[in-house]
């Protein structure tokens, strides 16, 4: 199974990243995506997104020739599908981009190519993703009428790497094949080969759909559980951050940390597309989607206390809040779905013309927080009235926190 041509479509966090490592291997990589701008900055050899050493690898590639960027499908032996799912306003997946992406490598696929579908999907995507294909096919034949005979063969490979370790993680992270027949498996097993140093475990497609949302589902219901904790803590005059270090000293316990919220596209969205496919059943999931979400409000509860409490010693007093960190986890400039954006911009509703944030990694101001906040240096931060930690950025653990008065730390770095 020799693979000549890899086109990788949709060219953000995974598939930029996927692109780049297959080209390194000395692969010819089509990347697509319908982002011109995207396009050109790849094919000037530069990147549109933040991932530490991507810049070099992409730039290797693109010099040597290895990977070009095009908005419009070309003919290739392998497609990878890396396009966002998110949620529509009621929680249910929108599989918009997978359609479209589908549809839009219908009219290049031939005899043998392999389709892989990488994007978290719901379970049945990758089943209906090759539903679309045959649709606008009829010359071709796919796994769902023609099993092991298929012309096109189908998989889903869900990518599960860390953001900020992708280019490590790409390579040594395990991967779950699942292909909707065994030799669709075997021909994805062998793509993944090129790069991947973990194992590549084979399921079937629905399997391998679901496995990857229970990962972070598993992680969206530990965090609940640590979130919950620091609420009953607060409650009890507990330290959460000390009592958690004790318990997971036992051998069997690893409790996660407690935080403003969960943020990025990945844990606060994945949970979802279990419970919107079993509504009545997902009863932890759904809880813990609503612990995670509703923890910001808990937030800036406790900064409304901590105000309350400098006003009733001197009502008259011009309070500033400094806020530490936007981004959606430490040490990274993500802001997606950031608790910390909606915590400052919550805040600075309430008290407007009184916020301030600080964060060594953003340069500029979401367009959200445009006019309701403004931008400044930590050392700033550090003269507010009340300071509050949103994000446990290296910079922040560095303050000397035994002098600090007035704080709100939602990480836990001040003890
Ligand atoms: N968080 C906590 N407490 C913790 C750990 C995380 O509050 O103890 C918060 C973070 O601050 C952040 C959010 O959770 O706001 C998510 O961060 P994360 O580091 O847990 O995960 P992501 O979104 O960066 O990446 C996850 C990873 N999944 C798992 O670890 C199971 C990654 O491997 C996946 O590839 C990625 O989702 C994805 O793309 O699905």
């Known amino acids: 199974m020799s693979f000549e041509t890899i086109s990788v479509i949709g060219l953000g966090y995974i598939g930029l990243p996927t692109a780049a490592v297959f080209a390194s291997r000395k692969k010819k990589v089509i990347g697509v995506d319908v982002n011109k701008n995207a396009v050109d900055t790849i094919n000037r050899g530069e990147i549109h997104i933040v991932e530490p050493d991507l810049d070099m690898v992409v730039h290797a590639a693109v010099t040597e020739g290895y990977l070009k960027a095009v908005t419009v499908p070309e003919p290739a032996d392998a497609f ?9 306003g009621d929680h249910e997946p929108d599989l918009g ?9 219908a009219p290049v696929l031939k005899r043998g190519d392999l389709v892989i579908l990488e994007s978290t999907s ?30 096109i063969r189908v998989a889903h490979c869900p990518e599960r790497v ?48 679901m496995c990857k949302l229970t990962e972070n589902s598993f992680r969206d ?8 904790l620091s609420i009953i803590c607060d409650k009890l005059d507990i330290n959460v951050w000390e009592l958690i270090r004790l318990a997971n000293r036992h051998p069997r316990v690893n409790i996660l940390q407690p935080g403003p919220g969960v943020g990025g596209h990945c844990i606060a969205v994945d949970p979802w597309f279990i419970v ?99 931008l400044v240096d930590v050392a700033e931060i ?19 926190w035994a002098n600090i008065k007035c704080y709100v730390d939602t990480r836990g770095i001040s003890c």
């Not at 995507?125 to 023609?146: G, I, N, S, V, Y």
Request: aromatic fraction near 4%.
């Open 276 to 374: 919107s496919k079993s509504p009545a059943e997902s009863k932890i999931i759904r809880a813990a989607r609503e612990v995670n979400d509703k923890k910001p409000e808990w937030v800036l509860h406790k900064i409304d206390q901590k105000i309350n409490d400098l006003l009733a010693m001197d009502k008259d007093m011009d309070i500033v809040i400094g806020c530490l960190g936007l981004s959606f986890k430490a040490d990274i400039d993500d802001i997606r779905e950031s608790p910390a954006v909606e915590i400052c911009k919550q805040l600075s509703a309430r008290y407007p013309g009184r916020v301030l944030v600080a964060d060594p990694n953003v340069a500029d101001l979401p367009n959200e927080l445009l006019g309701l906040t403004e």
């Open 162 to 209: 860390l953001p900020g370790h992708v280019l490590r993680e790409l390579v040594q992270n395990d991967r779950v094949i699942g292909g909707m027949t065994t030799k669709c498996s075997d021909k994805a097993a062998a793509l993944y080969k090129t790069f991947v140093e973990g194992e590549c475990v084979i399921t079937n497609a629905r399997t391998a759909e």
């Open 382 to 400: 550090l003269k507010a009235d009340v300071i509050v930690v949103l994000v446990d950025h290296k910079e922040f653990k560095k303050l000397d």
């Open 221 to 228: 219901v530990n965090i609940a559980f640590a979130n919950e």
């Open 80 to 88: 990878l599908i890396a396009v966002p799912t998110p949620f529509k």
């Open 97 to 105: 981009y997978i359609e479209s992406a589908s549809k839009a490598i």
């Open 122 to 151: 719901p379970v049945g995507a990758t089943e209906q993703m090759a539903a679309w294909m045959a649709e606008a096919r009829p010359d071709l034949t796919f796994p769902q009428t023609h099993g092991e005979e298929s012309d």
